[in-house]
């Protein structure tokens, strides 16, 4: 079995920068795509970007320029490099395989006010 623990989030000012990480254990699908994803409260749960097995990205138009996702195979980890974050990025985070082939993890809380 896979698990993915989020960490990294936290609350921040509009403008500022967070960096989001994804540790994976046990027996990954190395070529399997991995993605972020954010639910937001009342909102659906919605893929923000992703990244392919040969490092292909991906990401939504609301995130595109701002956010970079990046995978470390050796550790089994894939990270979301969160810029000029607004408040509309406030939500829950989460990685999980694209398509979704693990358990959903906890998350983390990225909260954006001033």
């Known amino acids: 079995q896979v698990q993915l623990v989020e960490s990294g989030g936290g609350l921040v000012q509009p403008g500022e920068s967070l960096r989001l990480s994804c540790a994976a254990s046990?027996?990954?699908?190395?070529?399997?795509?991995m993605g972020w994803y954010r639910q937001a409260p009342g909102k659906q749960r919605e893929l923000v970007a992703r990244?392919?097995?040969?490092?292909?990205?991906n990401y939504a138009d609301s995130v595109k320029g701002r956010f970079t996702i990046s995978r470390d195979d050796t550790k089994k980890t894939v990270y979301l490099q969160m810029n000029s974050l607004k408040p509309e990025d406030t939500a829950v985070y989460y990685c999980?395989?694209?398509?979704?082939?693990?358990?959903w993890g906890q998350g983390t809380q990225v909260t954006v006010s001033s």
């Open positions: 999980n395989g694209d398509p979704l082939v693990y358990t």
């Open positions: 046990g027996s990954i699908f190395s070529f399997v795509a």
């Open positions: 990244i392919t097995s040969i490092g292909v990205t």
